[in-house]
């Protein structure tokens, strides 16, 4: 879908993100027209052919475009762990419904004033073995014809995850595909700070070989950040290093050999070079001199 200029052909990109460290491990350029599971297993083996040797995958988070059969199949063949958020299918909506009208066998489990959570092994019907769901209910006040929230009356919202995670309380599953919110900041990132949605090239070749010198550029900034700047930094996403570090105005003062740059009196600046220098002093030490 092209939603500027509508019926023209148009692309949509699949990232695979290490979490914990934000590095972004391999892409795809696929045809607007395709599902977000589209060949997503030789994607899957392309990440891990990606891994370092001494690496291994432990894990997937993944929405609910991944929900299918032979995901979990490959994973559960090759002791892959998965969390991926379920549809919310005919199959499913009966699953919560029969936990519903089960609440004895099935207790919900209060997390906060919004969420509970509970569990059931259940295989849907195309499937050829049970799985684990987690169930969330999501609690949200009703409002009046005059949209005013009656606190005193609710109404529930849910969700549903597969997981095969036999080691997690169904509360640490939900907290585990929440750490997903961190990864679509990334993503939004990756469009707004290095234009990963802008397919500008003449053809999909040349937009493709494009987006892995903007997928070079997010894990250059990502590593720089990470290992040469404060760490009160390293949650900073490309737009606010930008201004606070990259963009910033100054005069090109002396002459000869004595040419400088001199900025105006910037505390967050000079505390971030002055952290920089140390930092590249002892990088240099580690990996330079050894």
């Not at 004895?104 to 049970?130: G, M």
């Not at 990963?196 to 494009?210: G, H, S, V």
């Not at 002892?282 to 990996?287: H, N, P, Q, T």
Request: glycine share 4%; aromatic share 14%; charged share 30%.
């Amino acid at each position: 879908y092209n939603p500027r200029y509508k019926g023209r052909p148009s692309f949509k990109e699949k990232v695979g993100i290490i979490s914990k460290t934000d590095e972004l491990l391999n892409l795809t350029l696929e045809e607007g027209t395709h599902h977000s599971n589209h060949e997503f297993l030789s994607f899957l083996e392309s990440c891990i052919e990606t891994l370092p040797k001494t690496w291994y995958l432990k894990r997937i988070r993944a929405d609910r475009g991944f929900f299918d059969q032979k995901n979990f199949s490959y994973c559960e063949d090759n002791g892959i762990e998965y969390v991926i958020k379920a549809k919310m299918q005919n199959g499913v909506k009966k699953i919560i419904d029969y936990v519903n009208e089960n609440p004895d066998q099935y207790p919900w489990v209060k997390i906060d004033n919004t969420f509970s959570v509970t569990e059931i092994r259940v295989p849907l019907k195309s499937w050829d073995r049970e799985r684990r769901f987690v169930l969330i209910k999501k609690s949200l006040p009703k409002s009046n014809k005059n949209g005013q929230l009656l606190f005193e009356e609710f109404t529930y919202e849910y969700q549903a995850i597969v997981t095969n995670v036999e080691y997690l309380t169904a509360e640490e599953v939900f907290n585990d595909y929440n750490q997903r919110c961190n990864i679509e900041n990334k993503i939004d990132e990756l469009k707004e700070g290095f234009a990963f949605d802008q397919n500008t090239q003449i053809n999909r070749k040349c937009n493709e070989l494009y987006l892995l010198i903007k997928m070079i550029a997010f894990n250059l900034n990502n590593w720089f950040k990470r290992t040469f700047l404060p760490e009160s930094m390293h949650h900073h996403e490309i737009k606010t290093i930008r201004r606070i570090f990259y963009k910033i105005a100054g005069n090109i003062c002396g002459s000869g050999w004595y040419k400088h740059i001199r900025f105006a009196p910037n505390k967050l600046l000079k505390k971030t070079i002055t952290h920089l220098r140390k930092a590249l002093t002892d990088f240099r030490k580690k990996v330079v001199l050894n």
